[in-house]
């Protein structure tokens, strides 16, 4: 993708945000809860009492289309209650976390779950991800190399979703997917590209050849579980 096509792609997600949301929103720092473990989070959660959706996605190799996606998560959000419903994300802006404005325009409470290595790594939390929880943890999430269990960060983010909601995602999307299926969360998929540039230039600065199948590692699982 050229400078100038990420440039449109950029103006026409901020156009998108402009139109979805009914009324102007400016969010102040999010309220930080360092090292929290998974008991607190879910604790957290059960005090508050509402229904809570999460959605996930890429982050880092952002979106192809990003404005298609955020349209689409809008229309999502408009089948629930914000009084009763609570829109949690993965904490940072990047990616799936420009969803965050998009459910303050329309008044959701917000909140982040991610693990200590976003803050290790000093990534950037969104503004409008309202109460942000760091979770302990070694891993950036997904399952824990070489086994089934899923790390403290996802743990947390299936255990406390009642609805899981995605758009496109990497390993850790896929695996905490996957999870929330099997557990009977309810789930909804949206196939969703991630960036191809950044994927590109991603995959030349660790050495690998340049990827030719840009849907992520669940939407591949997506595809390949659909009859054929």
């Given at each position: 993708m050229?400078?100038?096509?990420?440039?449109?792609?950029s103006l026409a997600a901020a156009l998108v945000l402009a139109k979805l949301g009914s009324q102007p929103v400016t969010c102040g720092p999010p309220t930080i809860n360092q090292a929290a473990t998974v008991e607190a989070v879910q604790s957290y959660f059960r005090e508050r009492g509402k229904t809570l959706v999460?959605?996930?996605g890429y982050s880092g190799t952002e979106y192809e289309d990003k404005a298609s996606m955020l349209a689409r998560a809008g229309t999502v959000l408009d089948s629930f209650d914000p009084t009763k419903t609570i829109v949690n994300i993965g904490a940072t802006v990047d990616g799936i976390g420009a969803v965050y404005?998009?459910?303050k325009q329309?008044?959701?409470e917000t909140t982040g779950i991610v693990s200590t290595q976003a803050r290790d790594a000093k990534a950037t939390v969104a503004p409008c991800a309202g109460t942000v929880f760091f979770i302990t943890d070694a891993s950036w999430g997904g399952l824990l190399p070489g086994t089934e269990k899923l790390s403290p960060t996802s743990t947390a983010m299936v255990a406390v979703s009642d609805h899981l909601v995605a758009f496109g995602g990497g390993e850790v999307a896929r695996d905490e997917f996957q999870a929330a299926r099997i557990l009977g969360k309810k789930t909804q998929f949206f196939p969703a590209d991630m960036n191809h540039d950044i994927a590109i230039k991603k995959a030349?600065?660790?050495g690998q050849p340049a990827p030719t199948d840009f849907r992520g590692a669940l939407g591949?699982?997506?595809?390949?579980?659909r009859p054929k």
């Open positions: 050229s400078a100038t096509l990420v440039l449109i792609s999460t959605f996930v404005e998009i459910a329309k008044g959701f030349a600065k660790n591949a699982v997506i595809a390949a579980s």
